[in-house]
């Protein structure tokens, strides 16, 4: 990222990472509010998820090294990743399986799927030529993608052969007749409906779709990000422009809250210590920070089924993020309210109450290190105010780059570079300190003359221009007096 970036270079950058890269976990965490003592009983949960390989292409993702080292260092449970892993799909990807169900074709992409299913063919290709009408055999060891595909498969290949899955890893094989067979398809107890293969293969896209209906704020913590993949893995893919992509947000999740976005405003005003992580965060909320005259914060606690989360921090796992984030929302929207007013704040206040000293901040998403300090998914973005831009000319040392530029001045302090002519840089920083240090040390510097950025005096447009004007307006000087002598 670069504060050069407007929202819509940014998103284009951050779209291309999104595309290439799969989401392995997924937390969501709700609230039941019990009206006695305002007490919040949070339910939090933390799903592993895999792209769906279900009769569709076979999805291509990355992973970087660095990501892996990471989520290892916290624990992360690769194993249930790849093997336990929820599938979904986006409804690009529903509608090609819609298209391969609809024409009975049915692909399998991965080798070891295909051996599991060869060996389960060849037992019942051998065992059904001597069976007898109603007769049954029991495949077993299958895992749950394999009960359903080869179920398929052996209905595709074999017109006198029904499935049913018995559960425990096992699926029963009855030999039937066609008439039989026809009658079983119809019947509504048919687990291989269509609708059902739709819905196993959709997979957390059915919660997805719930949570859409449902309309209610969604929250998340410097959260661009995770609304790009939740966009691309489960709606549709991204598309190119920005504005549109905003325009789908706001449709699918009407109210966004960014608890990012909250802190930073919170800092801004002194109303907490400057920190940078979620679970940092948490633990200054969670500190003694409001006025002993102000009404408590609200009491959250953790349902029965997540005690772990109370036993023992778990931070980067997907639940237990999604439990601070949550917390951050409560304790700073409490921490707003007894700002807020000179009055003092009724004992047990309402979340309607929080939401609304949170009003400012509803739809504006942490916008990281660029033009804009938040992107409105409700209007449009509003300007970042930067420290004033410098201009570097460069005198006597031709062909120098912008990472040899960047080189000179990192020792110092950090800029961002940007090559504005042959021999001239901008320099911009997100801190004025950094402006100053420049522009005192480089004052009499041999090779490098540093001043403020002028956009009448160092813009290659406003310079061209100023040529060309200049070209012209000698030639008409020239045409007027030459044009005039004989006259005279």
């Not at 895999?50 to 449970?77: M, N």
């Not at 240090?437 to 090779?447: E, N, S």
């Amino acid at each position: 990222p670069s504060l050069f970036d407007s929202p819509a270079e940014r998103y284009l950058k951050v779209r291309q990472s999104v595309q290439r890269f799969t989401v392995v976990q997924l937390g969501k965490c709700c609230s039941d509010t019990q009206s006695v003592l305002l007490r919040y009983v949070v339910h939090s949960y933390n799903f592993f998820l895999f792209p769906s390989t279900l009769g569709i292409k076979d999805v291509e993702f990355t992973l970087s090294a660095s990501s892996i080292q990471f989520l290892s260092h916290y624990g992360f449970d690769y194993n249930k990743f790849l093997k336990d892993g929820i599938p979904y799909m986006n409804e690009v990807e529903e509608k090609i399986l819609r298209q391969h169900l609809l024409v009975g074709s049915w692909k399998i992409h991965s080798t070891a799927d295909r051996d599991v299913l060869k060996k389960a063919i060849d037992e019942v290709t051998c065992w059904i030529a001597a069976a007898k009408e109603e007769e049954t055999m029991i495949l077993q060891d299958l895992s749950g993608c394999h009960i359903l595909q080869v179920q398929l498969i052996l209905r595709q290949a074999l017109q006198n052969v029904w499935t049913e899955p018995l559960g425990d890893k096992k699926v029963m094989v009855k030999k039937v007749s066609p008439q039989h067979r026809q009658l079983l398809e119809n019947s509504s107890c048919d687990h291989c409906q269509k609708k059902l293969i739709l819905m196993s293969a959709r997979g957390f896209t059915n919660l997805f779709q719930i949570l859409v209906k449902a309309k209610k704020p969604l929250v998340g913590h410097n959260m661009l990000m995770d609304l790009m993949h939740l966009h691309d893995k489960f709606y549709r893919p991204l598309p190119e422009s920005y504005e549109e992509f905003k325009r789908n947000i706001h449709n699918l999740f009407p109210v966004l809250i960014d608890t990012k976005t909250v802190t930073k405003s919170m800092q801004k005003k002194c109303l907490v210590p400057r920190v940078s992580t979620l679970l940092e965060v948490y633990a200054v909320l969670c500190s003694s920070i409001l006025n002993p005259k102000d009404p408590p914060c609200p009491v959250i606690a953790l349902a029965s089924d997540c005690s772990r989360y109370a036993e023992k921090k778990s931070p980067h796992e997907a639940g237990y993020d999604a439990f601070l984030c949550g917390s951050v929302l409560l304790m700073s929207a409490h921490l707003l309210l007894c700002r807020s007013t000179d009055d003092a704040v009724e004992a047990d206040p309402s979340f309607s109450q929080y939401l609304t000293v949170l009003a400012e901040h509803v739809n504006k998403v942490n916008f990281i290190r660029g033009g804009v300090s938040s992107i409105n998914f409700s209007g449009e973005d509003a300007p970042c105010h930067h420290p004033p831009v410098l201009v570097v000319h460069v005198r006597g040392s031709p062909g120098l780059n912008e990472k040899q530029i960047y080189q000179e001045f990192k020792a110092l302090c950090h800029f961002d570079v940007r090559r504005l002519s042959k021999n001239q840089f901008i320099l911009l920083s997100n801190k004025y300190k950094h402006v100053r240090h420049v522009l005192r040390d480089y004052r009499h510097h041999p090779h490098l003359q540093v001043s403020v950025y002028r956009h009448w005096r160092h813009s290659p447009r406003v310079n061209c221009l100023l040529q060309i004007s200049g070209v012209v307006a000698l030639w008409s000087l020239l045409a007027f007096v030459l044009g005039g002598a004989p006259s005279c």
